[in-house]
C-alpha cells in the first residue's frame, strides 16, 4: 500500500509514499527509545541551542517548506510562509522558557527537603492532521524535545513530505540522532503502534471521532493522551458591537486556511436589533475574499485539501439548505478539477439544522439570530464542542465577564478571533477533546510530576 499525495489545485499526483512495514516501525521505534537514553540526559542549555538550530532552519527554509503546503494542501502561499515563521517562533519559545518552566518547585513540608521535580517520560506519538502540517507537530516537537521526551509523528496520509521534511530538520539540528522520527504508515496500522510498550503517550489533533477511537486504546493501556478535537466556535455579535470591527475579524477568521481550521470562527450569533446590518456587511466583505491559484498571491483563499472532503462539506451545505438554512452566498460546486469551495454564507440557521449542530470544515459561516445576550450566550453554549468562542462588543468589561464566567470553551476571546499562540495554554473542553498544547501548561502534560521527599 502505499500514501498518495495528490496536489488538489491540479489534480495530479506529487507522488506515492510506500507505506512502512510493521518491522520498520518497530525498528524506528527502538532506534528512537534507544536515543532517547541519550537525550534524556541532556542539558537543557544543549536542548535549547539544539532547539534554535530547528528555529533557524525553519526560517532559511521558509519559502522552500510553504511550497510543501502549497502543492499538498492548497494553502495559499503567504499563509504557508508565515505557518513556517510560527513554527520557528514555537520553538524559540521553548528553547528560551523551557528550563524555567520544568525547574524543581520547593514544597514546604516537615522534611528537611521536599519538592517536586519534573522528568522525561520516553517516546511521545504525535497523530497530526492535514490542516496545518507544519504547526501542529512543531507545538508538539518544541515542548517534547525540550522537556527531554522522545518523538514519533504519524501524519495525516496526505501530508507526507511535510512529515518527512520536519523529520530531516530535527534530525540536521543536533538532537540525538533519532529523537524524532516520522512513520509513513495509514491509520489502520495506529493500533499496533500505540500499544508497542516503548510509546509512552499519544496527542493526536483530529476529529473528535479519531480522537475517542485513540483515547479509547490508549486508556485500555493506561497511557496518557491529550487531545485537541473538532470545534464549532461561535462567535457572539452583540448589539454595541463595533459592526465593521467584528465583520472583517469575523470573515477572517471564517476564512483561516481556507475554512479548514479548529479554532476557525463557525457560528455567528448575533443580536437581532443589529442582525440586518451586521449581515450586509458580512456579506460585502466575504465576496471581496477571491479563490484561485494557492502559489498565486494575489488570491485570498487557495483550494480544500482534497476533493474529497470538498465534496463532503459541500453535501452539508445542501443538507442545511433542505433543512431550512438560505444560502445568500457561494454553496455551489465550481467547474473544474481543483478541490476549490466558495465563500458562502448561510442565514436562517436554526436549532436542529446540521449548520447548527455540527463542525463545518470549509469556508461555510452559519448566521444564527439571537433574541437578546442571553439568548446569545445559550446558543453558543448549546453545542456539544467546546474549543473557542469570541464576543464583540465595546463594553470591554461586560465582555471579559462573558468569556471568563458565561461562554463555556477553552479560549475565549474578546473584539478579536481565537487563535493558538505560544505563551498561552490552547484545548477544549466537551467533545473538543482535553489537556493542554503551549505555554507552561503544555510543556507539563508529557512529564512525570515525581515528588521528592527528604526526612
Not at 68 to 84: F, N, Q, R, S
Given at each position: 500500500?502505499?500514501?498518495?499525495?495528490?496536489?488538489?489545485?491540479t489534480?495530479?499526483?506529487?507522488?506515492?509514499?510506500?507505506?512502512?512495514?510493521?518491522?520498520?516501525?518497530?525498528?524506528?521505534?527502538n532506534?528512537?527509545?534507544?536515543?532517547?537514553?541519550?537525550?534524556?540526559?541532556?542539558?537543557?542549555?544543549?536542548?535549547?541551542?539544539?532547539?534554535?538550530?530547528?528555529?533557524?532552519?525553519?526560517?532559511?527554509?521558509?519559502?522552500?517548506?510553504g511550497?510543501?503546503?502549497?502543492?499538498?494542501?492548497?494553502?495559499?502561499?503567504?499563509?504557508?510562509?508565515?505557518?513556517?515563521?510560527?513554527?520557528?517562533?514555537?520553538?524559540?519559545?521553548?528553547?528560551?522558557?523551557?528550563?524555567?518552566?520544568?525547574?524543581?518547585?520547593?514544597?514546604?513540608?516537615?522534611a528537611?527537603?521536599?519538592?517536586?521535580?519534573?522528568?522525561?517520560?520516553?517516546?511521545?506519538?504525535?497523530?497530526?492532521p492535514?490542516?496545518?502540517?507544519?504547526?501542529?507537530?512543531?507545538?508538539?516537537?518544541?515542548?517534547?524535545?525540550?522537556?527531554?521526551?522522545a518523538?514519533?509523528?504519524?501524519?495525516?496520509?496526505?501530508?507526507?513530505?511535510?512529515?518527512?521534511?520536519?523529520?530531516?530538520?530535527?534530525?540536521?539540528?543536533?538532537?540525538p540522532?533519532?529523537?524524532?522520527?516520522?512513520?509513513?504508515?495509514?491509520?489502520?496500522?495506529?493500533?499496533?503502534?500505540?500499544?508497542?510498550?516503548?510509546?509512552?503517550?499519544?496527542?493526536?489533533?483530529?476529529?473528535?471521532?479519531?480522537?475517542?477511537?485513540?483515547?479509547?486504546?490508549?486508556?485500555?493501556?493506561?497511557k496518557?493522551?491529550?487531545?485537541?478535537?473538532?470545534?464549532?466556535?461561535?462567535?457572539?455579535?452583540?448589539?454595541?458591537?463595533?459592526?465593521?470591527?467584528?465583520?472583517?475579524?469575523?470573515?477572517?477568521?471564517?476564512?483561516?486556511?481556507?475554512?479548514?481550521?479548529?479554532?476557525?470562527?463557525?457560528?455567528?450569533?448575533?443580536?437581532?436589533?443589529?442582525?440586518?446590518?451586521?449581515?450586509?456587511?458580512?456579506?460585502?466583505?466575504?465576496?471581496?475574499?477571491?479563490f484561485?491559484?494557492?502559489a498565486?498571491?494575489?488570491?485570498?483563499?487557495?483550494?480544500?485539501?482534497?476533493?474529497?472532503?470538498?465534496?463532503?462539506?459541500?453535501?452539508?451545505?445542501?443538507?442545511?439548505?433542505?433543512?431550512?438554512?438560505?444560502?445568500?452566498?457561494?454553496?455551489?460546486?465550481?467547474?473544474g478539477?481543483?478541490?476549490?469551495?466558495?465563500?458562502?454564507?448561510?442565514?436562517?440557521?436554526?436549532?436542529?439544522?446540521?449548520?447548527?449542530?455540527?463542525?463545518?470544515?470549509?469556508?461555510?459561516?452559519?448566521?444564527?439570530?439571537?433574541?437578546?445576550?442571553?439568548?446569545?450566550?445559550?446558543?453558543?453554549?448549546?453545542?456539544?464542542?467546546?474549543?473557542?468562542?469570541?464576543?464583540?462588543?465595546?463594553?470591554?468589561?461586560?465582555?471579559?465577564?462573558?468569556?471568563?464566567?458565561?461562554?463555556?470553551?477553552?479560549?475565549?476571546?474578546?473584539?478579536?478571533?481565537?487563535?493558538?499562540?505560544?505563551?498561552?495554554?490552547?484545548?477544549?473542553?466537551?467533545?473538543?477533546?482535553?489537556?493542554?498544547?503551549?505555554?507552561?501548561?503544555?510543556?507539563?502534560?508529557?512529564?512525570?510530576?515525581?515528588?521528592?521527599?527528604i526526612?
Amino acid at each position: 500500500m502505499s500514501l498518495k499525495s495528490i496536489n488538489p489545485y491540479t489534480g495530479k499526483l506529487i507522488r506515492s509514499y510506500p507505506e512502512y512495514t510493521q518491522k520498520k516501525i518497530d525498528a524506528i521505534i527502538n532506534a528512537t527509545h534507544q536515543d532517547w537514553q541519550k537525550l534524556k540526559l541532556t542539558s537543557f542549555k544543549e536542548r535549547s541551542v539544539w532547539m534554535n538550530n530547528i528555529a533557524k532552519a525553519l526560517i532559511t527554509e521558509k519559502e522552500a517548506l510553504g511550497k510543501l503546503m502549497v502543492d499538498e494542501i492548497g494553502k495559499p502561499v503567504k499563509d504557508a510562509i508565515a505557518e513556517i515563521e510560527k513554527c520557528a517562533s514555537v520553538c524559540e519559545y521553548y528553547a528560551t522558557h523551557a528550563e524555567g518552566f520544568l525547574e524543581d518547585e520547593l514544597i514546604e513540608t516537615e522534611a528537611q527537603k521536599s519538592y517536586v521535580s519534573f522528568q522525561p517520560i520516553g517516546i511521545v506519538l504525535a497523530i497530526m492532521p492535514w490542516n496545518f502540517p507544519f504547526w501542529q507537530v512543531f507545538r508538539f516537537v518544541a515542548p517534547a524535545l525540550m522537556a527531554g521526551n522522545a518523538g514519533i509523528l504519524k501524519h495525516a496520509s496526505n501530508t507526507s513530505a511535510c512529515a518527512l521534511a520536519i523529520e530531516r530538520i530535527v534530525k540536521q539540528s543536533g538532537f540525538p540522532e533519532n529523537s524524532f522520527n516520522a512513520i509513513i504508515i495509514s491509520s489502520s496500522k495506529l493500533e499496533e503502534t500505540i500499544k508497542n510498550p516503548l510509546i509512552k503517550a499519544v496527542t493526536l489533533t483530529g476529529s473528535t471521532g479519531a480522537g475517542k477511537k485513540v483515547a479509547a486504546l490508549a486508556g485500555g493501556l493506561i497511557k496518557k493522551t491529550v487531545l485537541e478535537l473538532g470545534g464549532s466556535d461561535p462567535y457572539i455579535v452583540l448589539k454595541d458591537a463595533d459592526l465593521q470591527m467584528a465583520a472583517e475579524t469575523c470573515v477572517n477568521s471564517r476564512l483561516i486556511n481556507n475554512g479548514q481550521s479548529c479554532i476557525a470562527a463557525k457560528r455567528f450569533i448575533v443580536e437581532q436589533s443589529v442582525a440586518k446590518e451586521f449581515i450586509k456587511l458580512f456579506k460585502a466583505k466575504m465576496e471581496a475574499k477571491k479563490f484561485g491559484d494557492p502559489a498565486d498571491t494575489n488570491f485570498h483563499l487557495g483550494t480544500m485539501a482534497r476533493t474529497d472532503l470538498r465534496d463532503d462539506l459541500h453535501k452539508q451545505v445542501l443538507s442545511a439548505i433542505n433543512q431550512g438554512a438560505k444560502c445568500i452566498l457561494g454553496g455551489y460546486l465550481p467547474e473544474g478539477k481543483a478541490a476549490f469551495y466558495p465563500p458562502t454564507i448561510l442565514t436562517n440557521v436554526k436549532k436542529g439544522n446540521i449548520a447548527y449542530n455540527e463542525e463545518i470544515f470549509g469556508p461555510v459561516a452559519a448566521i444564527i439570530i439571537a433574541k437578546n445576550e442571553d439568548d446569545a450566550i445559550a446558543i453558543a453554549n448549546d453545542t456539544s464542542f467546546g474549543l473557542g468562542g469570541a464576543i464583540f462588543t465595546k463594553n470591554i468589561k461586560k465582555g471579559e465577564t462573558i468569556a471568563r464566567e458565561r461562554l463555556q470553551a477553552g479560549s475565549c476571546f474578546v473584539n478579536s478571533f481565537v487563535k493558538s499562540d505560544p505563551r498561552l495554554p490552547f484545548g477544549g473542553i466537551n467533545e473538543s477533546g482535553y489537556g493542554r498544547e503551549l505555554s507552561l501548561y503544555g510543556i507539563k502534560e508529557f512529564v512525570n510530576i515525581k515528588t521528592v521527599y527528604i526526612k
